[in-house]
Structures are given as C-alpha cells and as structure tokens.
C-alpha cells in the first residue's frame, strides 16, 4: 500500500518564476493538505482540498493556489516565486475530518524548493 | 503568532536517559494533540497523540502527559536510543483538518 508520493523531490526556480508540486494521497485517503516547512521551523498549514473544492486556507498569499483531481491526488502552484518561498513543501492526507478519530494525517517526503 | 511554543530547542541526552521536550498552547478550541518525529530528508510521522480529556498515554516507551488546566502537555521518551536522535514536533488540531505545530526539538541521544 503505497503512503503519500510527491513529485518532484528537489528543484530550483529564480525569483519571479512559477512552480508546480504534485501529490498522491494515501490508498483510501479523500483529503489533501499542504504545508510549508522552512529551514529549521515546523510546518505552516497552507490549505486544504476535498472533494475538489479548498475547504480551509492558512495564512498564505493568493500566490499560492491548489486543485485537487477527482482521483484525489494534488497540485500546489506557486507564482510570482520570493526568495522566501525557499522551503520544504509536505503533502498530506487523511480521511476529511478525520485526523484523530477515524484516522491520522500521513505526511508525503517533501519537495524542495529552492529560489534563486 | 506562534498558537503552539514548544522547548526546548533542542536536546542532549545519554542513551538510557529520559528525553522531555514540552509544548504550550493558548487556544482552548484545540482537541487533539499529536506528536510528530521527523529524520532529515523525510515527512512527519505520527509519533503519539492525545485528546485533553485523558492525562496521560504511553505506547511503548513514549509518553503523552497533558494538563489541560496549564494547557501544556509534554512528551517523554524512557531509556532513550541512538535511534530516537530526530526533530520532534508538537502539534494541535484546530477546526477541521489544520494542525498547528510547534517549532521543533531536535533531539541527540549519544551512546
């Protein structure tokens, strides 16, 4: 049974560029939630996606943006790239509204981001 | 603003000895108290976790003590190992599916 899968594992962009970052959820998983890991500090919620639709937003900029497939699996776009975006980006996924009573929230290897 | 502190920053302990990293939160809408351990170049994954209405749980040789009137809980590790040397993180689950995590701790356990 395969866990959470993130493609790509590493990349470079220069500032100004766009990026997109894939995600597969867990088998039997409907929803998938991003988050951004900096150097050194745990993960910021981004947001969330079920049934295609984002169901909660962290504190982030429109700059970034998501869509989930009907597949379950996730993209996370990020446009107008800072050199803040730098950062570790985790998918992860769960059953909705279920972290802690009909499941858990399993979290993918990441993709690393690095802006020039 | 940091909704979870979580300290030490990090943590030198003797294999055998007992790893204590505590976390503090404010937001008294919090439910579900997970912690979580991360190896460089890996995700998170669920280490233990707790709901506020028990003080205590232990899977093994990790424990969850939670005081609810403090709002802290705390996780400890007995007879600590060399395998244990990884960055943990305290987390709150929040309305819906959002967990907010602590800063982390990063943990050495020298043999």
């Known amino acids: 049974d395969a866990g959470v899968t993130q493609s790509p594992t590493h990349l470079i962009k220069t500032r100004g560029q766009q990026v997109t970052l894939r995600c597969s959820p867990k088998?039997?998983?409907?929803?998938v939630s991003w988050y951004q890991q900096a150097l050194g500090q745990g993960p910021q919620f981004i947001f969330q996606?079920?049934?295609?639709?984002?169901?909660q937003r962290g504190n982030f900029p429109d700059r970034f943006s998501g869509h989930q497939f009907p597949n379950y699996s996730s993209e996370l776009n990020v446009n107008a790239l800072l050199l803040g975006d730098s950062a570790l980006y985790l998918c992860?996924?769960?059953?909705?509204?279920?972290?802690?009573?009909?499941?858990?929230?399993?979290f993918g290897e990441g993709s690393r981001l690095t802006v020039l | 603003q940091q909704q979870v502190k979580q300290s030490p920053q990090s943590l030198i302990v003797q294999k055998g000895g007992i790893s204590i990293i505590n976390c503090a939160y404010e937001?008294?809408?919090?439910?579900?108290f997970p912690w979580y351990q991360q190896f460089p170049g890996k995700g998170p994954a669920l280490l233990i976790a707790?709901?506020?209405?028990?003080s205590e749980k232990k899977e093994g040789r990790f424990t969850i003590s939670f005081n609810k009137s403090a709002k802290q809980f705390s996780l400890h590790i007995m007879d600590s190992q060399p395998g244990d040397s990884a960055t943990y993180f305290c987390?709150?689950?929040?309305?819906?599916?959002?967990?907010?995590f602590g800063a982390g701790t990063i943990l050495r356990v020298k043999s």
């Open positions: 996606y079920y049934e295609e639709e984002e169901r």
């Open positions: 088998s039997g998983h409907d929803t």
């Open positions: 992860a996924s769960s059953l909705y509204r279920g972290i802690g009573l009909t499941g858990e929230l399993f």
């Open positions: 937001n008294t809408a919090f439910d579900y």
């Open positions: 707790i709901r506020p209405d028990v």
């Open positions: 987390a709150a689950l929040e309305y819906g599916n959002k967990l907010v």
